[in-house]
């Protein structure tokens, strides 16, 4: 049985790379800044086939009563918040750099909780605990400066992608936190999704012709054309793979063993990244993706030697 879970788990890092890459090419390559488009498509895709595979019976949902969906309603601006700004700060900035940003959003997760005052579940605390509870603050203190001083080593600095990752890590944070607070919730963590998904969807559409996305996507030179049609299918197609990867890693593997493949998907997808697009980077900035991530490893160490 071991080695089915290992399989899903490269599955899962499968996905996880292409998908990243393909949005990557998209948004970068071809250019496709219309993220109230381009994420409105993935998550009509993703709310139609997940709806599809809840009535063939191939995932395990339920119906969803209308007060359901609207208690879960902050969480899904939160997630539209999330896509929509990590759409545009993707589109601005290396992959490396990107995860290295993304990891602050543990940063605001920890703040958030300990602002509510959220406890741990037990109420013994070992001295083995409290020392995984200061390397755990230590590796996210090294997270959040790693964040602060790269957009100063950036060769190709962008203010606007760094506003645009600040708002994503931010959305990213908030929606974690809003996940432990909501727990229990009368929605599984796949109800959950098809809620985002439909209110996405929903919230986007309206969005498209305001943003002025609607009218400027239809003067996009490369909108015939059969790259950016493949490209635009795959993005949808994958990110719907990596949303099944993700739950069936789940239900195998505890959250430390989850982080611990999301970790992994990461560092592949930033040794995937510079093989195929060209990214300026110099010491320094190297310096800081590597302090980041080294960091999120010890964070990974950290809560699964806690529990």
């Known amino acids: 049985m071991q080695w089915k879970r290992n399989c899903i788990g490269l599955a899962f890092i499968f996905f996880f790379v292409v998908s990243y890459i393909t949005n990557k090419f998209v948004l970068s390559v ?80 920890y703040v958030i909780l300990k602002a509510v005052g959220h406890r741990e579940k037990s109420n013994c605390r070992t001295s083995c605990q409290e020392k995984m509870d200061w390397l755990k603050l230590l ?49 599984s963590d796949i109800e959950q999704q098809c809620v985002n998904y439909l209110f996405s969807v929903l919230l986007l559409t309206m969005a498209a012709h305001p943003t002025g996305d609607l009218t400027s996507a239809l003067e996009f030179p490369s909108l015939q054309s059969y790259a950016f049609s493949c490209g635009c299918c795959a993005s949808a197609l994958l990110g719907f793979m990596l949303l099944l990867a993700t739950f069936k890693l789940k239900s195998g593997f505890s959250l430390q063993h989850f982080a611990l493949w999301i970790f992994l998907s990461k560092i592949t997808a930033m040794f995937v990244a510079p093989l195929i697009f060209y990214m300026d980077m110099n010491t320094a900035s190297i310096i800081c993706v590597a302090v980041s991530h080294v960091s999120e490893a010890v964070l990974v160490y950290s809560e699964r030697e806690a529990q």
């Open 30 to 109: 071809m250019k496709f800044n219309y993220p109230t488009l381009f994420q409105g498509w993935q998550t009509f895709i993703g709310s139609v086939l997940l709806l599809l595979f809840g009535k063939l019976g191939l995932v395990e949902m339920s119906p969803i009563s209308r007060s359901d969906a609207l208690s879960w309603f902050p969480g899904s601006l939160l997630f539209v918040g999330n896509i929509y700004a990590g759409s545009r700060a993707l589109s601005r900035l290396e992959i490396p750099f990107f995860f290295t940003l993304q990891n602050s959003s543990h940063v605001v997760s």
């Open 139 to 187: 590796s996210i203190c090294l997270m959040l400066f790693s964040a602060i001083y790269l957009p100063a080593y950036d060769p190709q600095f962008d203010l606007s992608g760094y506003m645009w990752a600040l708002a994503h890590l931010v959305c990213v944070g908030a929606y974690g936190a809003f996940k432990v607070r909501s727990i229990p919730s009368n929605l």
